[in-house]
């Protein structure tokens, strides 16, 4: 019965290639995120979406992009890997952006070898 | 430019204790304010939130104080337990400005001795 769910966890894929990670929330929310946490620990919004429009697109590469085939679901497709990719990524929802609080996923460790 | 920073990466307490973590923020524009809990392997999990209007929010154990004129927030738990010992990371948000983007600090490891 998770809320937010991600898959794969774990991810090793090599340089040059084209991966996904996909998320599902079963919460009912509006607004659904895409935070890269790096090697300094920092968790950095990457993308969110409301309604399936894009509201936000943080300055990451144009490799990165986001596609919501439905309220429930957000997925992140990477294409042409590149080592400084590595990271973990996770999935969040919310009811509505900014005064409510966002759930998160339990995160995909992706490493590029 | 870290608009919102942690400056203790860790802190250890007794059990039975009280836990003090602190935020401090540079964005006047940031109007609401959240706390996090994350366990290894596992994605961030909600703890207590507090909006710019109020100046302290209590739920359990767990109290979040805000002084709007220091830019500064704390987390307060009491009495610490074993099973607080987590990564706890202060997030705050520009509602106003229709933007949806938390920014979070860097997170304050704690470990609650038993």
């Known amino acids: 019965d998770t809320a937010v769910s991600q898959t794969p966890k774990y ?11 996909k998320c599902e929330q079963n919460l009912g929310h509006d607004t659904m995120y895409w935070y890269k946490q790096d ?3 920092f968790l950095k919004i990457m993308f969110s979406y409301n309604n399936k429009e894009l509201i936000i697109n943080e300055t990451v590469p144009n490799r990165f992009s986001p596609k919501s085939p439905d309220k429930a679901h957000l997925n992140l497709h990477i294409n042409s890997l590149e080592l400084g990719d590595s990271a973990v990524y996770f999935c969040a929802s919310s009811q509505d952006g900014g005064d409510y609080e966002q759930y998160f996923g339990p995160g995909t460790r992706l490493t590029v070898t | 430019d870290q608009q919102v920073k942690q400056n203790s990466p860790s802190l250890s307490v007794q059990e039975g204790r009280i836990s003090i973590l602190n935020c401090d923020y540079t964005n006047s524009m940031f109007d609401y304010f959240l706390w996090y809990k994350k366990y290894p392997a596992e994605g961030p999990t909600f703890l207590i939130s507090i909006s710019s209007i109020k100046d ?3 739920d359990g154990r767990f109290t979040v104080f805000l002084n709007k004129s220091a830019k500064h927030l ?3 738990i009491v009495p610490s337990q074993p099973g607080d010992s987590a990564v706890y990371f202060c997030a705050a948000s520009a509602s106003g400005a229709g933007s949806y983007q938390l920014t979070f600090g860097k997170g304050t490891k704690l470990s609650v001795i038993p």
Do not use: A, P, R, W
């Open chain 2, 74 to 76: 704390s987390l307060h």
């Open chain 2, 56 to 58: 302290k929010n209590e």
């Open chain 1, 11 to 21: 991810l090793v894929t090599q340089m040059g290639n084209d991966k996904s990670i």
């Open chain 1, 39 to 41: 090697s300094k620990k």
